[in-house]
Every structure is written in C-alpha cells, then in structure tokens.
Nanobody, 125 residues
C-alpha cells in the first residue's frame, strides 16, 4: 500500500522560504514520477512542479518557476519542494503526488495515482 506523508508546512512572511518534504513508502520509489500540487480556498487544485523518476528532469508551473525547486533523493524515498521568495498568493494546502510511471512529467492531477494528506502553507503580508 503506497503512502505519502508531507511535512514542512507552516506560517511564513512574504519573501521568506520554506522546504516541504514528502516521504514515500509501499512501492519502488524510483519507478514513480513525483509531483507537487496545491489548492487554495475556493480554488481548484493546481499543478506546482514535477520531477522524473531519476530526478534528471523537472517541470514547473509558470507561477512558481524561478522561485521553487523540486528535488528527490531516491536513497531516502523522499521528494522536496524548496520554496523561496514566497508570496501571499502561494498560500494553499500543498499535496505530494505519485504517478506509477516514468513516462512524461504530468501536470494534470488525473495522471497521478497516489496522494498525500496535504500540508498547509500560509504566507502572511
């Protein structure tokens, strides 16, 4: 049974940084494309970033490109999201997701098979 557990969320001032982590278990981690999504109150879940099985390729939404960095450590079965220069509009619940394939860096939530419970990120002005 696949489990994803996010951590690292919290309250931060605009311009600050946070690093999210997502621990993966229950399957061979390196066979999963991984992604981060977020959902703000009253809005649909949106793609943030994705990383290939090997970690050699990444993809970002336009709203976070240049500020956020996704990475993975296949020896620790963990992915990370380093978030810098945070803005109030980054406030959301952030979800880790796993796709049971190494083909493509999906940006659609429908492509992902497993989800974490989410971690709240709040950016104050």
């Amino acid at each position: 049974q696949v489990q994803l557990v996010e951590s690292g969320g919290g309250l931060v001032q605009a311009g600050g940084s946070l690093r999210l982590s997502c621990a993966f278990s229950g399957r061979t981690f390196s066979l999963n494309t991984m992604g981060w999504f977020r959902q703000a109150p009253g809005k649909e879940r949106e793609f943030v970033a994705a990383i290939s099985c090997s970690g050699s390729s990444t993809r970002y939404s336009g709203s976070v490109k240049g500020r956020f960095t996704i990475s993975r450590d296949n020896t620790k079965n963990t992915i990370y999201l380093q978030m810098n220069s945070l803005k109030t509009e980054d406030t959301a619940v952030y979800y880790c997701a796993a796709k049971s394939s190494c083909i493509g860096l999906g940006y659609s939530a429908f492509e992902y098979d497993y989800w974490g419970q989410g971690t709240q990120v709040t950016v104050s002005s």
